[in-house]
């Protein structure tokens, strides 16, 4: 089984760009979908971006935020633009082997353990 493990967040000012990292520890990506999801405090969990034959984008990051993957190194990236400080949140990448709803958090099997995006107005 494949383990999604995060990295690239931090602190940035409204309107920067930030890049974050899912790798795939113990597997490869080829065949799964990847998504990102995101956390605010206080606030359930909720659907970012999907990579699986398609991509997939929630409505408050549609053309600002692109997912995309590198299968040479068994990564898939979420660059996020223009950043909001409505975007502050732990941003989650998960994965599943199979069919599913891409923007149904239930779908997936396998998370990580999540890294902080903090967006400063």
């Known amino acids: 089984q494949v383990q999604p493990v995060e990295s690239g967040g931090g602190l940035v000012q409204a309107g920067g760009s930030l890049r974050l990292s899912c790798a795939a520890s113990?597997?490869?990506?080829?065949?799964?979908?990847v998504g990102w999801f995101r956390q605010a405090p206080g606030k359930e969990r909720e659907f970012v971006a999907a990579s699986t034959a398609a991509t997939y984008y929630a409505d408050s990051v549609k053309g600002r935020f692109t997912i995309s993957r590198d299968n040479a190194k068994n990564t898939v990236y979420l660059q996020m633009n223009s950043l909001k400080p409505e975007d502050t949140a732990v941003y989650y990448c998960a994965a599943r082997s199979g069919p599913l709803i891409p923007q149904l958090s239930g779908s997936y099997e396998y998370w990580g353990q999540g890294t902080q995006v903090t967006v400063s107005s």
């Open positions: 113990g597997g490869t990506f080829t065949s799964y979908a």
